[in-house]
């Protein structure tokens, strides 16, 4: 059974900055891309991030190029997304996700599994 458990959501002021993880579990970690997705409400889930199985290649969405960062230490099977310079806009709930290549984390459709999600508010 593979699991992916996020933490590190919470609430920060605009200019601020959180660090998300998503422990996973049950499968060969290394083995797959790795990445993070956003759901506001009223709004269908997005793309944010994403990584490669050995981390050489990553992807962001456009909204967040140059203040989020997406990691991953295949030796703790944990991923990882740093988000500076929050901005209210990025209010939303992260979830964490696997599959086989980050072409398809970018377009969701690929993904086969999910974390629970973690909660992101930023008050102006």
């Known amino acids: 059974q593979v699991q992916l458990v996020e933490s590190g959501g919470g609430t920060a002021q605009a200019g601020g900055s959180l660090r998300l993880s998503c422990a996973a579990s049950?499968?060969?970690?290394?083995?797959?891309?790795m990445g993070w997705l956003r759901q506001a409400p009223g709004k269908e889930r997005e793309f944010v991030a994403a990584?490669?199985?050995?981390?050489?290649?990553?992807k962001y969405a456009d909204s967040v190029k140059g203040r989020f960062t997406i990691s991953r230490d295949n030796a703790k099977n944990t991923v990882y997304l740093q988000m500076n310079s929050l901005k209210p806009e990025d209010t939303a709930v992260y979830y964490c996700?696997?599959?086989?290549?980050?072409?398809?984390?970018?377009?969701?459709?690929?993904?086969?599994?999910w974390g629970q999600g973690t909660q992101v508010t930023v008050s102006s």
């Open positions: 996700a696997t599959a086989r290549s980050t072409i398809m984390i970018l377009s969701k459709s690929g993904v086969d599994y």
């Open positions: 049950g499968r060969t970690f290394s083995s797959y891309a």
């Open positions: 990584i490669s199985w050995n981390g050489v290649s990553t």
